[in-house]
């Protein structure tokens, strides 16, 4: 096992890997930018590195600073946790070369599937279902528009380099197909390096579904069962929960056997997500994988009782699986929240500032996942989450109620958050009656913002 793993990353998931490696007798070395110097991680870590100022693209990004200072600790592993280099396979392929161990697959999987088109074309050849749509990266708008022609409209616009909701854009008909295309490049040429487009049917009020996968390097692969993370806002996930309650016993047997299929297919080794789209007629289709852990890795946690962190730290250090497929028991309802500095009133733009006061929330079935602590600073540099509040109960029903309970006991001040929004949201006919989709927040959320606002108004008046 490793004696001491360098973190590369900040926040929330820095002080999960930093609990799961100290819980295992393995140290921890923490590199973080001169931002982060008093963060929670920064704290509670063995020791700690800065390895730049507050771009990410000079400390979080830089993959020289952060090998050099894993090669100066003497670093057998690197944990990327998700965002930044999680997914970047030249800074895993320089990790190999320096012989120490990344914490995920191998560089050429991370590629693979990294680029969405191929794996895209891998999952079609292995019989995996995926979105109908072009079978290679677009030469030009021309192209595009012959190929959604063939499939007919609405068509999605996808970057082959793509993550994050970033770098697609949606075309209803031929007369937007050329601006649709010029901006999904435009944004992606500049978020990820890389112009190039594939084509998917756009799927109309779809779910999004996926699959937690866990393979280790003795060819064991085991799924962990689906997640259901519709609930986004301009693609980005807000909400999640497992299992996915609206699916049939049918359809669920049918989704896990296919995410299994697609990771046999990549020969996947490592913690790993599977994601697809539901339609409505409950049809569903591959549509990327992700190559690390993800934000809402703890809801299958709680109804697995399989610490995904510790398993993704076991399989790089040559370990098998800790269970079998047959071992894996789904148990009860969980749903994460996640907690944002941001200001719905104000288009959910983000709140940056200094957290004053904070209470969690705390017992049974209740868990929180955060870095932030009274006179933490919430940095306008990085991503705006700030904290996860995740419950477990036996059923879903019971879940949203635990739920309530827990965002109406959490308090942070100092910032603006979304936490009443979600409080709200807890309450929606339609997200109780699971009547909604990935669209379903495009089309509430100002509605749910009004709704708390002239509830608030109510009460001063009274
Ligand atoms: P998850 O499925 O784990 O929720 P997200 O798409 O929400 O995945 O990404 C997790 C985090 O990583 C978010 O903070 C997101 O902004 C960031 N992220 C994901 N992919 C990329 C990327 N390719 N480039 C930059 N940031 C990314
Ligand atoms: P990213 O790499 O940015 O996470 P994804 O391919 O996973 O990109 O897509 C992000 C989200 O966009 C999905 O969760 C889903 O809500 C939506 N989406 C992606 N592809 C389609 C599609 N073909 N039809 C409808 N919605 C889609
Ligand atoms: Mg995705």
Redesign the pocket.
Known sequence: MFKRILIANRGEIAMRILRCCHEMGIETVLACSKEDLDSLPAQFCTKCICIGPAPAAQSYLNENAILSAAKACRCDAIHPG???L??NAHFARMCEENNIVFIGPDSQTIRRMGDKQSARALMQKSGVPVVPGSGGILTDWHEAARIARKVGYPVLLKAT??????GMRAAHNPSELRRAYEDAQAEAQS??GSGALYLEKLIEHPRHI?VQILGDTRGNIIQLGERD?SMQRRN??LMEEAPASLLSNFQRTAIRRAALKAARAAHYISAG?V?FVLDQKGKFYFIEM?T?????HPVTEMVTGVDLVREQIRIAAGLPLSLKQSEVRICGHAIECRINAEDPARNFMPAPGEISFVHFPGGNGVRVESAIYPGAQISPYY?S?IAKIIVHAPGRLEAVRKMRAALGELTIEGVKTNISFLYLLMHNGDYLSGRFDTGFLGRQAKAIVRWGEESLKHRQKS
Request: contains cysteine; aromatic residues 12%; glycine residues 18%.
């Open positions: 998700y965002g930044f999680s997914e380099a793509g993550g994050g909701g970033r978020a990820f996926e993370c980005q996930k997500t994601e992700n690390r852990i993800q934000v809402e991503d989450m």
